[in-house]
C-alpha cells in the first residue's frame, strides 16, 4: 500500500525538459514537480492529435508535432507485483516508463527523451476491480521523429538492404540485452527507422522493460520471440538465421549447443505467439504508437 506520509499526487521532470516541447508543456499544464494535480489534469484534458492506441487503462496519443502523451488508469497486478517483491517500489506506470526511457538512454539507446510525469498515490497502489479504474497517471516525452517502423521497411525491401540492416538490429538488440534489460514487447513495429540512409534504429514502447542483474534466459527467449514472431514473410529463413548469428556474436555468445539450444528455444516460442492472438487491441489503432506506414 502506498505510505500515508506520502503526497496524493506527485510528479518529475527531466533535465532535458528544458528543451522548447518541455517548456512548451510546463507553460500549458504546470511544472509536475510544484503543481502535479494542475499537470495531471492537463494531460487528461489534452485533446489527442493525433490517436496511437488505446486500450484498456492506456492511451497513446501526439500533442503538436513534438510529443507523445502517455496517460493511464490504474496498473495491472503483475506489475505492481513485481515493483513491490522485486524492488520494493511503488511507482504508477507513467513513473516506471518515465525511469526506462532515462536509464535506456543512458545505456546508449535512441529512445525517446522523458521529459515529465505526475501520478495520484491510488495509481501505485495495488489494483482492485478493473485496472482500468484506478489512480491516474501521466507521462509526457518527445516524439521521435520517423516515418516507418522496421517491419514495414522490411516487408517491402530487397534481400540487399534487409541484410543491411541485420547489425544494426542486432547491435540494438545485443546492447539492450547486454545491459541487463529486457523489453518485453520487442517486436519490430516498435523499432522505428530513424535515418534510412545511416541504418539509425530506434526503440520504442519501453514502459513494460525491466531490468535484472541477470537477465532471465526465458525473458531473452520472449524478447527474440517476439522480433522473429514480427518479422515478415520477405525475410526469408536464412537471413533470419544470419541475425541470430550477429545478434550472438554481439553478445559474446559462444558457438556450441548453448547457442543452438537457445535459436531452438526462440524458435518454439514464436510458434506458440502465432498461434495466440493479442488481447485488447483497438483495430482503429494496432500495431505501434507510430504513424501508419
Known sequence: MPDIAAPSIRGGTAPGAATPSGVAVVGRWGDPTR?????LEGAFAALPDPWFRRMPGRETFGLGQDLVVKRFRGDSWREWWHEWTRAG???SPARREFENLAALRELGLEVPAPLAWAEEAAACAPPFGA???????????ERLAHD?????????????ESRAWREPLAEMVARLHGGGWFHRDLYLQHCIVLDPARRRLGLLDCGR???????????????????????PSAVGARARLSWFVA???????????????????VAAKARRLAAHAPR???PRTAGAEDPPS
Open 280 to 282: 485488447h487491441v483497438d
Open 148 to 160: 516507418e517502423h522496421l517491419r514495414a521497411r522490411l516487408a517491402r525491401s530487397a534481400p540487399g
Open 209 to 231: 522493460a525491466r531490468k535484472s542483474l541477470s537477465v532471465p534466459r526465458r525473458w531473452i527467449v520472449k524478447d527474440l520471440a517476439q522480433l522473429l514472431h514480427s518479422t
Open 247 to 265: 545478434y550472438a556474436r554481439q553478445r559474446g555468445l559462444p558457438r556450441g549447443p548453448g547457442r543452438r539450444e537457445l535459436l531452438l528455444a
Open 131 to 141: 485496472e482500468e479504474s484506478g489512480g491516474r497517471s501521466a507521462l509526457v516525452m
Open 35 to 39: 503543481e502535479p494535480a494542475r499537470f
Open 89 to 91: 517500489r511503488r511507482r
